[in-house]
């Protein structure tokens, strides 16, 4: 509950400030995501290496947009910076 309280009113001032929406649970957009649902997206994101190589799996076009809107460490987290 206190990650979900820190991290949805940034998600949502972000994309209030972008004027974008992500889409919710029955793909409809919303400025106003829950956290729980975020997390849920993410899910089946994984960190592969090989060879010493780090990857990141089923980082696809919904997660990479969604991603966006939170700042540079979790960008970094996720090998985009």
């Not at 899910?43 to 990857?55: A, D, E």
Request: proline fraction near 5%.
């Amino acid at each position: 509950m206190f990650v979900y309280s820190l991290g949805q009113p940034s998600l949502r001032q972000a994309l209030e400030r972008a004027k974008q929406t992500i889409d919710n649970q029955v793909s409809k957009p919303t400025a106003k995501p829950t956290m729980r649902w975020v997390f849920h997206c993410f899910m089946s994101i994984h960190l592969l290496t090989v060879n010493g190589v780090k990857q990141i799996t089923n980082l696809n076009r919904e997660r990479l947009w969604i991603i966006q809107f939170f700042g540079a460490p979790c960008r970094k987290y996720y090998l985009l910076s």
